[in-house]
């Protein structure tokens, strides 16, 4: 056992931070799931901004010398925390972590970005432009003022949204059954209202039991003709198939997502071959939380949480 070997997954232009916040320990560095089954057993310690590589019951079984899993993440869906806790290595995510967290805008400003691309139809519109076309009568856009935001979850990422509708001069409504106090600004509404009334719906929730297919059929069949979903939180949230059907239909005006339930194995995945041939499905390879200057924020955090765990 190295008690000093600490095991790091994130982008490769971020090692250098991460070896010079551990300077004293023994780095490896790796992304491919045999790499991390190479090295998992001899390491003290995880520390994790990268999520493609899952932490399996199996996988743990190895780690016999690991001591914690630190994320640079709020979620931690990737990791089998159970089996983690029964080998008595806790996991350590940044939920909870509200001063740092509130920092960090990216998540809600690529939320935000889903949004005004589907209300606006850029998909096709820049399609049509690259492939010769000019006529602006194909892409009438839908003016944001005075329409409504429904929220889903009422936590950071929601309340970043809501103040950027109020920016725009729409309506906010929220469900969150865990959030007492809300703001004179923002209705507070059951789901199925939520549903009914918004001509576009946000989902910010973090993946749990209670909220695996929140979003399911009856709920999506209860959205306005038309109506817009933006996922970014997890694709488990909404009931994919479910989407799928409204969006084929016709019924759900656009979709953005940065999250599928398959990721990072996506290539076969209904909703990204739908998109292929339709521009009213837009997805990116969940980069919402993703930017330099707050990847290197919560970097310098979760480094700083390795040494406490290594007390070092």
């Known amino acids: 056992m190295d008690a000093r070997r600490v095991l790091y997954l994130g982008p490769p232009d971020t090692l250098a ?29 995880v520390l994790d901004a990268y999520m493609k590589v899952p932490f399996t019951a199996d996988r743990l079984t190895s780690a016999v010398n690991l001591t914690v899993i630190v994320t640079a993440t709020t979620g931690a869906d990737h990791i089998d925390t159970d089996a983690a806790l029964r080998g008595g290595v806790p996991v ?27 209300a606006r139809k850029l998909k096709a ?21 005075g329409t409504t935001l429904g929220l889903i979850g009422f936590g950071r990422i929601g309340r970043m949204m809501s103040r950027y509708a109020q920016a725009f001069d729409m309506r906010c409504i929220g469900y969150d059954p865990h959030v ?8 507070r509404a059951p789901l199925d209202a939520v ?51 409204a969006l084929e239909s016709g019924r759900l005006g656009a979709a953005g997502l940065d999250v599928l339930s398959g ?10 071959k739908y998109a ?21 924020t919560v970097l310098e ?12």
């Open 17 to 45: 931070l991460v070896e010079r916040e551990l300077a004293g320990l023994d780095v490896v560095f790796a992304l491919e799931p045999d790499e991390v089954d190479k090295v998992l057993p001899s390491c003290a310690a």
């Open 92 to 118: 350590l995510t940044l939920k909870g972590q509200t001063e740092l967290l509130g920092r960090l805008t990216p998540a809600a400003e690529h939320s935000w970005l889903l949004l005004m691309a589907c």
């Open 125 to 145: 519109a820049t399609g049509h432009v690259l492939e010769g076309g000019w006529d602006r009568n194909l892409f009438p856009g839908v003016m944001l003022r």
């Open 180 to 187: 007492a106090l809300w703001p004179d600004t923002i209705d």
């Open 195 to 245: 549903m009914e009334e918004s001509d576009f719906v946000s989902v910010h929730v973090h993946l749990t039991d209670e909220t695996t297919g929140l979003i399911g059929r009856p709920e999506l069949g209860r959205m306005k003709a038309g109506a817009v979903l933006v996922n970014t939180s997890r694709g488990a949230i909404v009931d994919e198939a479910g989407l799928l059907e």
């Open 263 to 272: 990721e990072p194995d996506t290539a076969d995945d209904p909703l990204v």
């Open 276 to 296: 292929r041939n339709h521009d009213n499905l837009l997805i990116t390879p969940h980069i919402g939380g993703f930017s330099p200057g707050a990847l290197a």
């Open 301 to 312: 955090f979760s480094c700083g949480r390795v040494r406490d765990a290594l007390e070092v």
